[in-house]
């Protein structure tokens, strides 16, 4: 079994997630297992809106999204390292998923 891929959360997390619909925060839940798993899954990727090359935006229940990036802190032809950071949970960007 692979580890998981650490994820780095903003210091307002707790708060915003306690005002997600019971929907959303079941997304979110299901969201942290996969970028723990493999952010660049491809089936994810596809219900993500990506911003700057290089921040993500999973669309959410209730209007909002949750917004994150990965992060590199080496590139090694041996060894890859990548922490997923969580950068905010705002209003979405785009009217609807696709």
Not at 4 to 20: G, N, Q
Not at 61 to 83: A, C, E, N, Q, R
Request: net charge negative; with cysteine.
């Amino acid at each position: 079994m692979a580890a998981s891929i650490p994820i780095e959360i903003y210091d307002e997390f707790s708060d915003d997630f306690v005002k997600l619909t019971d929907e959303a925060q079941s997304e979110v839940k299901d969201l942290l297992v996969q970028l723990q798993d493999n952010p660049y899954e491809p089936e994810l990727q596809k219900q993500c809106f990506l911003h700057d090359g290089e921040r993500f935006e999973y669309p959410l229940d209730g209007g909002v999204s949750i917004f994150w990036k990965v992060h590199h802190p080496s590139l090694s032809v041996t060894k890859l390292k990548m922490t997923v950071w969580l950068e905010k949970i705002a209003p979405t960007s785009k009217l609807k998923k696709k």
